[in-house]
């Protein structure tokens, strides 16, 4: 694929790319346009996918439409969305920064929804044009940030918080074990990964990186609600970043793994595991400290 025809991954990754650099500010095609940038989780992979899309406000809602730019079926974002609807957005501010945080999707129906997207339509003509080439209704969804004043919101999130990592906490003990069956004696190459083996790793993986992701994104309130928090917060997303190496290193590792080469072992993967098993044991509980009292309003 040429220059002058990316694909359509390779179009998205250079508008992303260009809208993290330029703070929220995109050209060409998109001069002047209101882009929003969208951290959904694949609703069939686990992974997270980041896509931009056009949106406008609506009070304290942001709104975005699931044009496809008039396609015959609703954006992967779309249905990311109706199964998981926390995802994380990057908009850009009127200082020229980018803020991140968490929000929550609502896709309307009926007036509201029709209200909503003719408005969009007299705003941009061009979502005139995706209705009409298209027999789908147009979905528009509203983005609602997560309310960090109702003390109900806050111990729900405190709640979430705790019940993630206890299955994460779980999630990797099991994985500990599995690795430990694993055939290899001490210095000897081992075989291959079994693909169940291999896919528990890229699963736990996944799934720690989307939390940790998700996290990013709502520290964001938490320091504008508590800030207080703000050094504790700065040093859980360092803790973020070094598991994230470490995550990295593992999924490596995993992928060498699942070719049949000699010169492997699965000592390595052990290590990285144990490793990986003391680093997160340390950031969950200095989060639980350091976070709980205040989500919990000092009761906890």
Same mark, same amino acid.
């Given at each position: 694929m040429s220059e002058q025809n990316p694909s359509p991954a390779e179009f998205n990754r250079q508008v992303i790319d260009e809208f993290r650099a330029n703070g929220g500010r995109v050209g060409g095609?998109?001069?002047?346009?209101?882009?929003?940038?969208?951290?959904?989780?694949?609703?069939?992979?686990?992974?997270?996918?980041?896509?931009?899309?056009v949106y406008a406000r609506d009070g304290d809602r942001i709104l975005v439409f699931a044009s496809n730019a008039g396609g015959p079926k609703h954006p992967d974002w779309y249905h990311n969305m109706l199964a998981d609807p926390r995802l994380t957005v990057e908009v850009g501010t009127d200082d020229g920064r980018v803020e991140r945080y968490v929000v929550t999707a609502e896709s309307l129906h009926g007036t509201e929804r029709d209200r909503l997207y003719q408005e969009q339509c007299e705003r941009a003509r061009a979502f005139t044009a995706y209705q009409a080439a298209t027999t789908r209704i147009i979905p528009v969804v509203a983005l609602r940030r997560t309310d960090l004043t109702d003390p109900a919101r806050t111990r729900a999130i405190g709640e979430f918080l705790l019940r993630v990592h206890g299955e994460l906490r779980e999630g990797l003990a099991t994985l500990l074990d599995d690795v430990d069956d694993h055939p290899a004696a001490p210095g000897v190459a081992a075989p291959t990964l079994g693909p169940r083996l291999a896919t528990h790793c890229l699963t736990f993986c996944t799934a720690l990186h989307g939390h940790h992701t998700n996290e990013?994104?709502?520290?964001?309130?938490?320091?504008?609600?508590?800030?207080?928090?703000?050094?504790?917060?700065?040093?859980?997303?360092?803790?973020?970043?070094? *598991? +994230?190496?470490?995550? #990295?290193?593992?999924?490596?590792? *995993? +992928?060498?793994?699942? #070719?049949?080469r000699t010169d492997r072992d699965v000592h390595k993967l052990r290590a990285e595991l144990a490793s990986l098993t003391a680093d997160l044991e340390a950031h969950f509980a200095r989060e639980e400290e350091r976070l709980l009292p205040a989500l919990f309003g000092g009761t906890h």
């Open positions: 095609m998109f001069e002047g346009v209101s882009l929003v940038l969208l951290t959904t989780t694949g609703a069939r992979t686990g992974r997270l996918r980041t896509d931009p899309a990013d994104g709502a520290f964001t309130d938490f320091e504008r609600q508590f800030p207080e928090l703000a050094p504790a917060l700065a040093q859980l997303r360092r803790e973020h970043a070094t *598991v +994230a190496r470490t995550v #990295t290193s593992i999924e490596t590792l *995993v +992928a060498e793994l699942t #070719t049949p």
